[in-house]
């Protein structure tokens, strides 16, 4: 994927590492990033439902894409959520993401409150009015508000700035009624599905990715199911779905979302910290027995055995490698060598 | 496909034309069922929801489906919705589908009451003890109580006289884990969806076929969209999928489910009668609306300009015609030859 | 209550005994209903959701109602479901119940399919123009469509025969809505409410009886509660409403309903029997630890200790008992006495 | 209510504001509060959902309590809605507002996200253990995880700073079950309804109060009708609780929410300003024919005709007033003039 180009591919809606004090732990982010760029991701998506986007503060979202942007250094392209509290403030934020160099944003529909679709169009249609940058409508109805096929269609026809939809319904009929209803006026709008379960059948009705939560645990598998359904080997795309499902299921499932991700992740190797969500005893449970659940199937696919204390590698801890990074950062900084030049 | 092995291929749940008085017309369901054997359907499947089962009577529907296997004549299975007041009732219904030759029955979960899976279980189990004819679970859980993926695992490792799920979730991700748990154990298994917005990627995911309302409108296209999928044309099969949509949408949705579909069949030709549920003036003008809307859709199909009154033909008027063939058939009664010897 | 006024009161939407072959049990069901009207309940309302009218075939509902009508003979006013398949068989069991005597018909909105509500007033609106027996709209939204507050209000400024609603959804701002908008024009119309939790709460607000399963099991108890809202004793009234609420729940929830309600039933000394829905493994344990529950709190409510096995006694068991009522009901019908005369 | 003692009345959960930037009116918002208190309210409740407190920065939320303290001074306890990104961030709040002198926090359930039961227990333990002012549980089922009956026994047994439990979801029977459950063991807990519908039965069955919208539009009413259920006189209340529905049916359901709210509080004579959810042309339509609406039943309520431009009186308009305000108060402050002294 280009850098102006549509979107494609799959897209990983990262979590965060948080560090002992609940903390954005940035060394172990920044690790992170590195490892799905390298195992095939075609693009990160901060802030996103998977990466609690409503548990960080305004400026912990922006310090989030921030390292992220600055870390994956044009390497692949980033969508970062930019949904905040009012319209004024998610266009601050579209501006600010712009200036950090993000491919596009991506905007939840109103949450907490249900909005009817006449106002869900108003929304998006006055953030597109001002955004410096693409939009891409993020559609989760069972989070928050839900983006209808008429409400999409419109928006895609009236405002250019949108560029995509990421449907996290899963409903594969509407799937196909959104590209139906929008691709004849805009061939370079983009689709993306946030369903892992269903993202073979979504490729082959005319999705162009996904935006996958499993993608953060196993994007080998993600990119290679991707690869294989683009490419019509169809039997072999949908053995690695039905793959996907046993991971996918109950780690969604299992645990209040997106706990289960957070050991998921985990067990490929990143201290992932505990979540700002307080969790009960028996939440604990459900998630050591996860862990185990988890940890057999990765093993069953050849992914296990990556060891779930590696930042002590050299015998040096995670803070001082962190701390070490961040001080050539900050010299660099100061020799004025910038993101973007390196 | 044979009468004895796997379902496979379109079922059409066929609607019920009535006449003046609010009786099956029985003339004008022969003649139905004609007309969708020699347009390609797989296979037919009386009292099924868009069959208005729970609007007749258990003699009706006994009726219903004998006129149907009489006028089939084996050409090609029927699947017979089988689903009565009780398990007692339901067996006493299978027993008598099975004498009249039919493929299998389908049973629908118990509805009104809402049951949980282990009663859902539970009830399955008990008919499939004691039926002598083979079993589809039908899951439709917007009417009905849910079948669980876990239970259609049960049941079809516990009982081969179930052989078939027909799901009309449209959850793909669903029909992939139901696929997944059974087939491994039941090769003979088989998966038909009932949700028309989704026939292509379900197949393509692996389902056997489908029990498709819109069959009865335009079996010509489901049949194509069927030969298509499975002989690996996929973009040309999804360019029909989108067409099915626009037609499943409004016949869905724009009035109380399946009046839309009664007003679809008529516009093929076939006179279906006033339903048994009373129409308020609302609806009627909602079906008027529909009619026209409908009637452009064939038309750009090429499949618009039928007679909408086809009965008068040879000069005789379906009433007449419907009484010879009654009083032939009680003929042969009296003189002891039975459906079975036809 | 008198045969000809309004509605009042509390009506025991009753269980139907079944013997060992899973028949109606007659015996047993007349005397349950010598036992809940002796112990105050208002009115008699056989074939609800309660009695499982759903799981007998139509001519077993009629069975019930006369059995029911024999057997109350005048006593208490009878509130008979009269739901079938359709329209015309809804109305010629309507005509059937009005020959039994019954007070009024009780019909719930259509279920399996939901209808919208222009097609629910059609429905209840052709019901009222055939039936000569009063008619009591039955809204049960979690198993049938619903009836909406503008489509009673229009169905009871035009029809005559409606004279109640029963309304199951324990939603007590719309019983307000529904009484502001009917009583003005309607000062006869009776509101019953089918939801135990709130018996209380609704008489206050207006409410003129109830139609409540838990009267089934400790009519005593919603008979005082009844008694002492009417009468202004609140906090009296609410002391019974909240151990009725302890009854409620677990026999609602803890099975699937009405199975709990057969549970507590027999714990009050009736024979049951066992019902038409199988049950699985699971649910008989569930049963068998809800009856200690039960029989537990029916002991602190000084109602416990009743012979779970009465039909013995005198020596007679229930079926000679009952084949000895038949012979002499026979015999009365032999000799032109009708159940009207007696 | 004295500032210690349990929280009862009805707490007005109020909307704030806008100036023509879509900043907070502050002068108006003071009006606004002082004419709430002097209609009658028994309390305030800022950043509630009629207050739209997820549209308001974390700062903004925080401004609007300080004004309203301050504007407050004593006159009647603030309930102040303290929910943030996080528990840190919340308890972050429930310190600021504690110096505030507020009488008690309210904190909503977390949102977005669907928690378990255990993990919504989990939340407000943690929050409990650490918050150095009272906390009112916030249930609004519709918006935000419930808080099941179970998980609001235990927190009420295990946390002594937990006061009192707000419940939105108008379900009465579910009332009646949380009172049953905590008040044995916590007789100083306090239950408000913030289901306006239904605030009469609640009243009746044990709530100590209501936070109620209707209270910020119709502050009179709701008063008298408080009043009259608490001193026994059943049938006028019911008569009130009737006309608040009318009022509350149109306000809540005919707009998205809390739109319908604050055109109704226009009519008051406050200028709310614009919201800032975008509106769509239907939307704005709607809100002009509610207008209409509701200020034709102001009318028949003898509170009409309060100038919906109040703010330009004496020739002066609301800025300047606004800035003479502060001025006075920023002065007396200068000369040790504290909030409680006034």
Redesign the interface.
């Known amino acids: 994927m280009t850098t102006d180009g549509r979107l494609q591919g799959i897209f990983t809606p990262n979590m965060v590492p948080l560090n002992d004090q ?1 903390n954005i732990d940035e060394s172990e982010l920044r690790r992170y990033v590195d490892w799905l760029i390298d195992r095939g991701v075609h693009g990160l998506y901060p802030n996103g ?1 998977t990466g609690e986007f ?5 400026d912990e979202r922006r310090r989030i894409v921030e390292i992220m942007a600055d870390q994956t250094a044009g390497r692949v392209p980033i969508l970062a959520g930019a949904a905040e ?5 998610t266009i601050a934020a579209c501006e600010y993401y712009h200036g950090l160099g993000v491919r596009a944003v991506a905007i939840v529909a ?7 679709p ?2 869900v ?3 998006f ?2 953030i597109a009015r001002h955004t410096p940058v693409d939009v891409t409508l993020y559609n989760i109805p ?3 508000s839900p983006i209808d096929v008429p409400t999409i269609q419109r928006l895609s026809e009236e405002c250019e700035r949108i560029v995509a939809i990421k449907d996290s319904s ?4 509407q799937m ?2 959104m590209i ?1 209803a929008v691709r004849p006026n805009r061939p370079d709008f983009s689709f993306l599905t946030g ?1 892992d ?2 993202l ?2 979504m490729l ?3 999705c162009d990715g996904g935006t996958n939560a499993s993608s953060g645990v196993v994007p080998e598998m993600t990119r290679e199911l991707y690869d294989l359904t683009i490419g019509g080997q ?1 039997d072999a795309a ?1 053995r690695i ?2 793959q996907l ?1 046993e991971l996918f ?1 109950p780690t969604l499932y299992a645990a ?3 706990e289960g991700f957070r050991t998921a992740v985990s067990l490929r190797g990143f201290a992932m910290g505990t979540g ?8 604990r449970t459900i998630l050591a027995d996860l862990q185990k659940t988890l940890g057999a199937w990765l093993d069953r696919q050849g992914l296990g055995g990556e060891s779930p204390t590696p930042k002590g590698v050299a015998g040096w801890d995670a803070g001082q490698v962190s701390a070490i990074v961040e001080g050539v950062l900050a010299e660099l900084r100061s020799r004025g060598v910038t993101a973007a030049q390196r």
Do not use: C
């Open positions: 609940g439902s409503t548990r960080f503060t305004p509290a009012n319209v004024r403030e109103p949450f907490y409150y249900k909005l009817s006449d106002n169009y108003a929304y249609k006055e069972m989070f928050a899963g409903d594969v009929a196909i009624r139906e369903w379960a269903v073979v059948p082959l009705i005319g169809i949908r779905q039905a499902i299921d209040d979302f997106p700002r969500q307080p969790l009960s005893d028996k939440h």
